[in-house]
T-cell receptor
């Protein structure tokens, strides 16, 4: 069964450092997402991506965040200068068509900022 | 602005009984709804969905009911099993507009053996 894969599963970093989280979406999917979940809280939308550009982003997704799909396969989330409050599980997701159907999630990348 | 709300943070049910998880939304433009199940340290996994043209969708032990006038949906699990113990999230999207799925705050279901 096709799946969304994410690396790393866990990353520990110092405040102020740059972090890149990687995702390989399901191959025939067209829309890609990053969500995050701070421990015990809801799953929050960060950004959606289609046709090599951001479709929509939330208030959380400020100038410190960026996404790209450099090689048509990997979909990355970069945090330029991490803050303590960026500590969370980050989930990548993909779907064949926007807004309709099941959003497939990866297992998540746990980011711990010290 | 909490567009999707799950007002019960937790629910305990005896094995074999019905579990009912509730979800309310405020955005009348939402027309597609999903339920996800999540175990700790794993990604959400899809359970069942419903389009706003329906008021009920059933898949095995899982049934989702949609009341558009009340902006309310519920997930029924019958019979509940210990393996159903997890956090359940409802999510909503606007198929003709935004690209994002909005998730509720989750309800932790514990099925007691």
């Amino acid at each position: 069964e096709p799946e969304v894969t994410q690396t790393p599963s866990h990353q520990v970093t110092q405040m102020g450092q740059e972090v890149i989280l990687r995702c390989v979406p399901i191959s025939n999917h067209l829309y890609f997402y990053w969500y995050r979940q701070i421990l015990g809280q809801k799953v929050e939308f960060l950004v959606s991506f289609y046709n090599n550009e951001i479709s929509e982003k939330s208030e959380i997704f400020d100038d410190q965040f960026s996404v790209e799909r450099p090689d048509g396969s990997n979909f990355t989330l970069k945090i330029r200068s991490t803050k303590l409050e960026d500590s969370a599980m980050y989930f990548c997701a993909s779907i064949t068509d926007r807004g309709v159907g099941e959003l497939f999630f990866g297992e998540g990348s746990r980011l711990t900022v010290l | 602005d909490q567009q999707v709300k799950q007002n019960s943070p937790s629910l305990s049910v005896q094995e074999g009984r019905i579990s009912i998880l509730n979800c309310d939304y405020t955005n009348s433009m939402f027309d597609y709804f999903l339920w996800y199940k999540k175990y700790p340290a794993e990604g959400p996994t899809f359970l069942i969905s419903i389009s706003s043209i329906k008021d009920k969708n059933e898949d095995g032990r899982f049934t989702v009911f949609l009341n558009k006038s009340a902006k309310h949906l519920s997930l029924h699990i019958v019979p509940s099993q210990p393996g159903d113990s997890a956090v359940y999230f409802c999510a909503a999207s606007e198929t003709s507009g935004t690209y994002k799925y909005i998730f509720g705050t989750g309800t932790r279901l514990k099925v007691l053996a």
